[in-house]
């Protein structure tokens, strides 16, 4: 069964960095654009950032030139470094191999909090 594991998040105060991982089983990591998105409580999920599976990459404007996105092809592994959060980068962070019909993971709670 392929699925997404993420992992990375955590407490951080406002300026401070993260970075995510997502582990994605299953032999269909090449093939797909990779998203990682988030979703506020009483908001909807939102794309901040994506990557192609040839390395293109575009982001939200609410996090370009603070957040990076990666991807290992070899390990099966996408990553989000956030950098100078803010309190409004709280929220609960999913990656997802966009338009491939697996279901979304179980996220990662980012919280930015003084």
């Known amino acids: 069964q392929v699925q997404f594991v993420e992992s990375g998040g955590g407490l951080v105060q406002p300026g401070g960095s993260l970075r995510l991982s997502c582990i994605i089983s299953g032999r269909m990591f090449n093939i797909y654009t990779m998203g990682w998105y988030r979703q506020a409580p009483g908001t909807q999920r939102e794309l901040v950032a994506s990557?192609?599976?040839?390395?293109?990459?575009t982001y939200a404007d609410s996090v370009k030139g603070r957040f990076t996105i990666a991807r290992d092809n070899a390990k099966n592994t996408g990553y989000l470094q956030m950098n100078s959060l803010k309190p409004e980068d709280t929220a609960i962070y999913y990656c997802?191999?966009?338009?491939?019909?697996?279901?979304w993971g179980r996220g990662t709670q980012v919280t930015v909090s003084s």
């Open positions: 990557i192609t599976s040839t390395g293109s990459t």
């Open positions: 997802k191999l966009i338009g491939s019909g697996i279901a």
